[in-house]
């Protein structure tokens, strides 16, 4: 059973303020901000957001785009975990809150 308050993370996260976008397999971008990042995941929060697939790419800034897998949501934040390059994207989308 998880502690509340207990952080799991396996490596160190620091909070920061940088644009990124979400690229989705139908070719659609969309703005989020990236609100802490570590080595393994990060925070992105939405302005408007709607169904997300489990995986998709991620671009900050003007890096080039990474995999990632959709772990967890909270109204308009999620939290992604960084995947190997060449992982699929796209995949079921994940209803608003299920994940």
Known sequence: MACP???RRRTERR???L??????????????AV???????AR????EIGLLPVRFALRLGALA???VRLVWRR?????IAFEA??????????PPGSV
């Open 19 to 32: 644009p990124g976008s979400v690229g989705l397999a139908n070719g659609r971008r969309l703005a989020c």
């Open 5 to 7: 308050g207990i952080d």
């Open 44 to 47: 992105l929060a939405f302005a």
């Open 35 to 41: 609100t802490d990042l570590s080595g393994a995941g």
């Open 75 to 79: 109204g308009p934040e999620i939290g």
């Open 65 to 67: 785009a990474r995999p």
């Open 15 to 17: 909070e920061v303020d």
């Open 85 to 94: 390059e060449g992982a699929p994207e796209g995949g079921a989308p994940s």
